[in-house]
């Protein structure tokens, strides 16, 4: 089994639309974070969580929120979805003492 | 802010020959990691290899090396014996390390990316 998922793999959805990705790990680590991936670029990172009740924006947070359910479960929503936000999202995790991030297979998500 | 650049969209070798990926960066930190990371068409990230600033030996993880000049920062991967598998999108990135655990820990700022195809 994956040690970071993702739910759900594709998704493509209508302009206004709330919209929650969900990213789970079973590695136990305390740190979690969400990036945005678009075509040319590389990844952006929109929110991250150093633990349950710590919550951090990143460089581009407009237009998102999260949730961080547990210690195993991270969430982004897009309140009203527009179509600039159709992007590649990942979910990534790391322990507190290391540098290494581990990504979760992405999220492709579409606003028409 | 950190700032990392790669400079090459494109490359191609042919299959059992050499190539190296460029990657610079700016900051003004002395004490980070740098990164490469791999995204075959699966499009999963998979860390190649990593380096601390601090170690002044070159990481070598197999086939994948890298070239780290932090005076000029300045970090190149090197790749030998290139396979079809290594055909992917190449990401440089940064992370700055603060010992004490501050919250700029564990932050990755990203390259624009360089994508490689292996010719047989």
């Known amino acids: 089994d994956a040690d970071v998922t993702q739910t759900p793999r594709n998704r493509i959805t209508k302009t206004g639309k709330r919209i929650m990705l969900e990213c789970s790990q079973t590695?136990?680590?305390?740190?979690m974070y969400w990036y945005r991936q678009d075509p040319g670029l590389g990844l952006q990172l929109i929110y991250y969580?150093?633990?349950?009740?710590?919550?951090n924006k990143g460089e581009i947070s407009d237009g998102y929120s999260v949730s961080r359910q547990a210690q195993a479960k991270f969430s982004l929503s897009l309140e009203s979805a527009i179509p600039n936000q159709t992007a590649l999202y990942f979910c990534a995790t790391s322990p507190w003492n290391s540098g290494e991030q581990f990504f979760g297979p992405g999220t492709r998500l579409t606003v028409l | 802010a950190q700032t990392v650049t790669q400079s090459q969209p494109e490359m191609s070798v042919q299959e059992a020959e050499t190539v190296t990926l460029s990657c610079t960066y700016d900051?003004?930190?002395?004490?980070?990691?740098l990164f490469w990371y791999k995204q075959p068409p699966s499009r999963q990230m998979i860390l190649v290899i990593r380096?601390?600033?601090?170690?002044?030996q070159n990481a070598t993880e197999n086939r994948f090396s890298v070239n780290f000049q932090k005076a000029a920062k300045s970090f190149s991967l090197k790749i030998s014996d290139s396979q079809l598998g290594d055909t992917a999108m190449y990401f440089c990135?940064?992370?700055?390390?603060?010992?004490?655990?501050?919250?700029?820990?564990?932050?990755?700022?990203f390259g624009q990316g360089t994508i490689l195809t292996v010719h047989p």
């Open positions: 590695k136990g680590h305390d740190r």
């Open positions: 900051t003004s930190e002395n004490n980070y990691y």
């Open positions: 380096q601390e600033a601090y170690k002044q």
């Open positions: 990135a940064f992370m700055k390390h603060d010992n004490a655990g501050g919250t700029s820990y564990g932050k990755l700022t």
């Open positions: 969580s150093f633990d349950v009740k710590d919550i």
